[in-house]
């Protein structure tokens, strides 16, 4: 009887964490659809696609296309970068290696905002307080992660696997492009995938360095959403906020394969 009741009690707990954690989306999904949305959590009257239609119109396309460049772009690039600086770091015996790992950790420590200003003035005399600007800002912010999540990667490739490859003739490029990559691709997916859902949802620099509503992405464009017309639109806000967070799901469903042993710790190896 004891662990009846106690099993009872466990699944009542649960059943309560899930209504709490399942609440938000069902709002989303019943406001989306009723073209009479009122903002509360209640099976509508009718069914409608109109609040797609008017969160699909305006900017909203052109917010949805800067929102892709902004993550994409930042996401490769900071791969790209982060691969080119991690395999050295992670093979060659540098000088003071362990002290420049330990300077990303704190780095990574740091609030972003705490290195805006600099970045904006920066940017400003370069001329880059644009999309070109924001996705070289989040690149600098993201590559302390990325070193370091992708030098424990590379650290788990066998060397002799290179050191074979290297005598049978194979250039660095060949073996890194060939061995130590593939080997590697679940970390890169995951630092991919990281870094793009931080850059799809950064909401702060876009807003300060685009200074057109034309160079917004969809997270500027949702604050911005709010009050339009002198009226908080639910519907339109919900529908909105499902389009908005559509691509990054879809993102994670198409990395899936390849993030499932990706998920490794990050640490601080010699």
Request: without cysteine; aromatic residues 14%; charged residues 10%.
């Amino acid at each position: 009887m004891e662990n009846e009741g106690h099993s009872r009690a466990m699944a009542l707990a649960l059943s309560f964490m899930a209504l709490i954690w399942i609440s938000p989306f069902a709002w989303l999904i019943l406001n989306a659809f009723d073209p009479a949305a009122t903002g509360r959590l209640a099976v509508p009257q009718g069914v409608t696609l109109g609040n797609f239609a008017q969160a699909m119109s305006g900017n909203t396309g052109r917010q949805f296309l800067n929102s892709i460049y902004i993550a994409a772009g930042t996401a490769t690039l900071t791969v790209i970068v982060g691969i080119a600086a991690a395999y050295p770091l992670s093979r060659l015996k540098i000088p003071g290696r362990n002290a420049f790992l330990w300077a990303l950790v704190i780095m990574r420590m740091l609030p972003s905002i705490g290195v805006l200003v600099p970045m904006y003035f920066v940017s400003q005399s370069m001329g880059l307080l644009n999309n070109y600007g924001v996705v070289l800002a989040l690149t600098i912010l993201n590559l302390p992660f990325t070193l370091l999540l992708l030098k424990n990667f590379f650290d788990t490739v066998p060397v002799e696997m290179e050191e074979a490859a290297y005598v049978e003739g194979a250039s660095l490029w060949h073996i890194v492009t060939r061995i130590v990559l593939p080997l590697s691709r679940a970390g890169i997916a995951v630092v991919w995938f990281f870094t793009f859902t931080g850059a799809w949802n950064e909401f702060l620099l876009p807003l300060i360095f685009s200074r057109t509503e034309q160079g917004f992405p969809m997270s500027v464009g949702l604050y911005a959403a709010f009050g339009q017309n002198g009226a908080i639109q639910y519907g339109f806000l919900a529908a909105y906020s499902i389009i908005y967070a559509a691509p990054a799901v879809g993102v994670y469903f198409l990395l899936r394969r390849n993030m499932n042993t990706g998920f490794a710790g990050v640490g601080v190896k010699g």
